[in-house]
């Protein structure tokens, strides 16, 4: 059974910055593309980041390009989602996510950025 936690949400002012944690049990985790998805209340969930593997291009959204940085440590079985100059539109939660079978979600981490 695959299961995705995350880790390191909070409540942050603007400016600050985040780390992101998704470990992750029961798969390969090396073989997995990840990505990391945010919801805000009233929303459809988005995803924010891609998490490669290899040399594959990773993909960011346009709001969050020069300030999040996904990455990967596979002997860990973890991926992260660093976060930096986090401005109140940032606020929602993030949610990471397997992209191979199967399809897994994490069960969330809040994050609030206050003005």
């Known amino acids: 059974q695959v299961q995705l936690v995350e880790s390191g949400g909070g409540l942050v002012q603007a400016g600050g910055s985040l780390r992101l944690s998704c470990i992750v049990s029961g798969t390969i985790f090396s073989l997995n593309p990840m990505g990391w998805y945010r919801q805000v209340p009233g929303k459809q969930r988005e995803l924010v980041a891609t998490?490669?593997?290899?040399?594959?291009?990773?993909y960011y959204a346009e709001d969050v390009k020069g300030r999040f940085t996904a990455s990967r440590d596979n002997p860990k079985n973890t991926a992260y989602l660093d976060m930096r100059n986090l401005k109140p539109e940032d606020t929602g939660v993030y949610y990471c996510?397997?992209?191979?079978?199967?399809?897994?979600w994490g069960q969330g981490t809040q994050v609030t950025v206050s003005s």
């Open positions: 996510y397997n992209f191979e079978r199967p399809y897994t």
């Open positions: 998490v490669s593997i290899g040399q594959n291009v990773p």
